[in-house]
């Protein structure tokens, strides 16, 4: 196994990252929420709540939101890197 980067920041998304309507929209990075874990299934990932409850947070593409992006099943999770 070769290394390809180091983890350092897990998040999710909890809404929509675009406000407003065409042509107008803007980037908003409100719904980005910085966990401190994620459980990660083909369903989709969740996010531990930040504030230490044992509770977990739906992300946006998880199939179980009530607003998922994420209907048929193809795009549960994304990841990137930075650097």
């Known amino acids: 196994m070769r290394t390809i ?3 350092t920041r897990l998040q999710i998304q909890r809404g929509s990252l675009k406000r407003g309507e065409k042509p107008t929209r803007v980037y908003d990075p409100t719904p980005l929420l910085s966990v401190p874990a994620l459980n990660v299934t ?6 531990a ?3 230490g409850a ?6 946006v593409h ?4 009530p607003y998922t992006k994420n209907e048929d099943g193809r795009r549960p ?4 890197e930075s650097g």
Not at 62 to 65: G, Q, V
């Open 77 to 80: 999770t994304a990841a990137s």
């Open 62 to 65: 998880h199939r179980a939101h």
């Open 5 to 7: 980067g180091t983890i």
């Open 54 to 59: 044992d509770a977990w947070i739906v992300d």
């Open 42 to 47: 083909p369903e989709g990932a969740l996010g």
């Open 49 to 51: 709540s930040p504030d």
